[in-house]
């Protein structure tokens, strides 16, 4: 049975991803902060000059691919989760 999770603002819903969608190299990462910026979710935070990711970021991220967009560095890799993962949209 898969994990299913109401993200933190409750208007959409995420299976949660079994493999990891989202990576950054830290060797590129110049601290620009603009993934920390940009993150709806607030999914990125600073530490040692260098972006973080929640560990936990499968539940609440929504794909929107904004970290990755903005990213002038090359340091963020973003692919969507496999099939039947992510996030879910509802009618209502
Ligand atoms: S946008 Fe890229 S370079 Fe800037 S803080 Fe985030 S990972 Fe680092
Ligand atoms: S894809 Fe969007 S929601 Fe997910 S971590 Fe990046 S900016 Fe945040």
């Known amino acids: 049975m898969d994990e299913y999770h109401l993200n933190k603002r409750g208007l959409i819903n995420v299976i949660e991803s079994p493999v990891d969608f989202i990576s950054v190299d830290h060797a ?33 991220c929504t794909e929107c691919a904004s970290c990755y967009t903005v990213c002038d560095f090359d340091a963020i890799e973003f692919t969507f989760p496999p099939g039947g993962y992510g996030i879910a949209y509802e009618r209502g």
């Open 28 to 60: 590129k990462c110049m601290g620009c902060k603009n993934c920390v910026i940009i993150c709806g979710m607030d999914l990125w935070k600073m530490r040692g000059g260098k972006a973080m990711l929640r560990p936990d970021y499968k539940k609440f």
